[in-house]
């Protein structure tokens, strides 16, 4: 009363206590305050959300690489949601919106797949140099090289749903990872270990032969020899990307790769990788 409070907004497990505060607001003579009780927050086991949890507080959740408007955006949305069920709203949205009125009565259902979906939405949209300062820190973890950091960031941007996810996903352009050559056999592109080798041999001298590591560059010298082998493009590409990157996922494709570790990386690459299908 004193300090002109006039909603109290609190979790449902304090409802039965309300009538005492009621009382005493009577007892005095005070108008009471509204008194707003949010719905119970659990587990997907429909417990009550716990510090065990790891994702209990709003700092537990930043420190595990969420985004802080990502995770009030989710937040908001827990036991209560617009007419329009719009999912991805901004804090003047939010605010604009909300009527505490509409809030459900039945506990909300913390699901850590669903915020982070959120979180690399808002990624997604985020601007560039922001990004590149929040995710700096953690490829600075993995890229210790000369590497053109931003242009590794920018393939990754679109594909993360939380920062930390980028140490995974970059780690090959610092180091080469051992790979099996079963990678280099993929059904739908129509590979396998032979005619993988019989590429890659093919491919080194043109690669060899340029000074230009353009990503456009690339492109149009290893496009030219897929048109002229008159094979389809997935064939010509996949034991490149195998042999330069060591994953069967990456961030992007040979091109790109192959732009960021420069000439003689890639080269040393492609060679390993003809060695390892000539010894199979």
Sequence with gaps: HLMNITHVVRGNEYISSSPKYQRLYDAFGWESPKYIHLPLITDENHKKLSKRSGHSSYEDLIEQGFVSEAVVNYIALLGWSPAD?????????????????????????????????????????????????????????????????????????????????????????????????????HKKMKTNSENSLEILKEELPIIEATDDFSVENLHDLIMEYIQKKEIKNGQGLWPLRTAVSGKQMTPAGAFEIMNVIGKEESIRRIKIGIEKLENA
């Design 85 to 185: 069920n719009k999912e991805i709203m901004s804090l003047d949205e939010l605010i604009k919106e909300f009527d505490y009125k509409t809030i459900n009565k039945s506990p909300a259902v913390f699901d850590i797949n669903k915020l982070k979906w959120m979180n690399g939405e808002y990624i997604k949209m985020m601007d560039n140099e922001k990004f590149y300062e929040m995710a700096m820190p953690y490829i600075d973890k993995v890229i210790t090289k000369d590497l053109d950091k931003k242009a590794i960031l920018d393939m990754v941007k679109t594909r993360i749903e939380v920062l930390p996810d980028i140490c995974d996903m970059i780690d090959f352009f610092e180091e080469m990872p051992e790979y099996d050559i079963a990678m280099y056999t």
